[in-house]
């Protein structure tokens, strides 16, 4: 029998992955995406649309629209991916980013409840290796205590706990996935590792002087989009529920991830000068190419993260196949060829 899923946040990088996934394994799909999106997915599927792939129109915190759509659509998977993702906004934004995140979580799961699908829809909800905060271990694991360090992480706590609540209370097969940073050549710039690929590439070809970051001793654990959606997958298809760290068990800084990125386009940064006077420099001219902006600090900042993948590994069988090396030099070959001004 052909599988239903549905995908909120469709719109964003890891709605565009799991998508393609289910996609290539013969789902039917359906995606949430708000009026003003436009998907990549379906830019890709422009001149052959694909019949199996379809769209409706609602916001998290619609939660009737969200009742109707799940109600018609009926799927036997969902996932979870529509968030205010983003850290730094989420310290301007707490009360949105709560709606988004936690409510939005929420409605998903009292949806189900009412319809009665609890035994039929699957729930995957992402969460983040941020719940994680200013851990007192290192890495962090299923077990690690949680110690949230921003709002963003506070409201995917409050799913996270909703979510095993919920299955927990009504037996639900709903599963969190405890994603550490994960990227890709989709992923928007105005997340670090986009940011420096771009850059790195538009000043090799002339279109940029500098790159202004903040905090460049941050330390995370990067791995790549594609992989991390093959996790979310593999989570519905056990026979029980559960929680999992999705991570690649390696940190770098962001300062790693300038050199790596310099280095593809044949730049090689040297460093000179501590905290906000810290410059990254062109080895080969003696340019500043980096410097530290305080607009790109967060008023507090969790500056370890990296996780223990282990469970993943041995209840899914899931390992992540991109390393660090080869996420930067893929990124940093799509800017090439995409990047015009
Ligand atoms: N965005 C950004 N811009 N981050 C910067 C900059 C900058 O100019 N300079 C330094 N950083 C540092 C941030 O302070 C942070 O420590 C690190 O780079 C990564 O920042 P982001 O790429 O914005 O991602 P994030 O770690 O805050 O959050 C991402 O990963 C989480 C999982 O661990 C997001 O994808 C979250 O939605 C996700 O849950």
């Given at each position: 029998m052909t599988k239903v899923a549905l995908i909120t946040g469709i719109t964003g990088q890891d709605g565009t992955y799991i998508s393609k996934l289910l996609l290539d394994k013969g789902y039917v799909v359906h995606g949430i995406k708000r009026e003003s999106s436009t998907t990549r997915i379906e830019d890709n599927n422009k001149e052959k649309k694909n019949v199996n792939l379809h769209f409706h129109f609602c916001d998290m915190t619609d939660y009737s629209k969200i009742i109707r759509i799940i109600q018609d659509v009926c799927p036997d998977e969902i996932y979870n991916l529509a968030a205010q993702s983003s850290v730094h906004t989420s310290f301007d934004r707490p009360e949105y980013t709560a709606e988004i995140n936690s409510l939005g979580t929420l409605h998903l799961l009292e949806a189900i409840r009412t319809l009665g699908l609890e035994k039929k829809t699957k729930l995957f909800q992402a969460c983040t290796?941020?719940?994680?905060?200013?851990?007192?271990?290192?890495?962090?694991?299923?077990?690690t205590p949680f110690r949230p360090q921003n709002p963003y992480a506070v409201s995917k706590l409050y799913a996270y706990w909703i979510c095993v609540n919920y299955r927990e209370a009504y037996d639900m097969f709903v599963c969190n996935g405890i994603m550490f940073n994960h990227e890709s050549p989709i992923r928007p710039d105005s997340f670090v590792t986009r940011k420096i690929t771009k850059a790195a590439v538009r000043i090799k070809k002339g279109f940029q002087e500098k790159l202004y970051l903040g905090n460049l001793n941050a330390k995370r654990d990067w791995g790549f989009a594609g992989d991390y959606a093959e996790a979310m997958w593999l989570m519905l298809q056990q026979d029980k529920p559960d929680d999992y760290v999705i991570a690649t068990g390696e940190t770098h800084s962001v300062k790693d991830m300038v050199e790596f990125a310099f280095r593809e386009v044949g730049i090689e940064i040297e460093w000179e000068g501590e905290g906000l006077d810290k410059k990254g420099i062109n080895a080969g001219t003696g340019e500043v190419l980096i410097e530290v902006d305080p607009q790109f600090y967060r008023p507090i900042e969790s500056s370890l993260f990296v996780g223990n993948p282990s469970k993943a590994r041995e209840k899914l069988g899931w390992v992540p196949r991109v390393n660090f090396e080869e996420l930067v030099k893929m990124m940093v070959k799509n800017d090439l060829e995409l990047v015009k001004c």
């Open positions: 290796g941020e719940i994680f905060g200013n851990s007192l271990e290192t890495p962090q694991n299923e077990n």
